[in-house]
């Protein structure tokens, strides 16, 4: 039986997988990066750096804390995001609930209606801000 596992153990370090995770965790990306050949390299270095588009850097028009109650929004939508009607282009805001002081960095959203209208939160926010996926919650906007 235990040379059964010590055999597997052998075949196991000798997988290319498990190598590789290895190697990133004991820092040893040096010897991977050489060892590969240069006409590997299928997008010229230009294209690498085009396709990184910056964020917008626009702010809200308001300063301080705008209050807003929100729901689950799209739960198939990725990222950290607040549809709201308080925003009306895309902009990062800090999110805080005020029952228990959690807070987190949020992309706003613009939605349509009445800047008093309710507001959606990603999965990924909601887990952010500790709150229950099926509840209504308060929450604090802070624009800067």
């Known amino acids: 039986m235990r040379e059964l596992l010590v055999i597997s153990c052998v075949l196991l370090v000798g997988c290319d997988t498990v190598r590789s995770t290895t190697d990133r965790l004991l820092g040893r990306d040096e010897a991977a990066a050489e060892a590969t050949p240069a006409a590997v390299e299928t997008a010229p270095a230009e294209a690498e750096s085009s396709a990184y588009i910056q964020?917008?850097?626009a702010t809200a028009n308001w300063t301080g804390a705008k209050t807003t109650i929100a729901g689950l929004g799209d739960p198939s939508t990725p990222g950290r995001?607040?549809?709201t009607p308080l925003v009306d282009s895309e902009v990062t805001a800090r999110v805080v609930v005020p029952k228990t002081g959690a807070q987190a960095y949020i992309t706003l959203v613009p939605a349509s209606g009445p800047e008093t209208g309710g507001s959606?939160?990603?999965l990924d926010a909601m887990r952010a801000l500790l709150?229950?996926?099926d509840q209504l919650v308060e929450v604090?906007?802070?624009?800067?």
Request: no cysteine; hydrophobic share 45%.
């Open 131 to 133: 709150v229950p996926f």
């Open 55 to 57: 964020p917008a850097t």
């Open 120 to 122: 959606r939160l990603s």
């Open 140 to 144: 604090e906007v802070y624009a800067n």
């Open 81 to 83: 995001w607040m549809q």
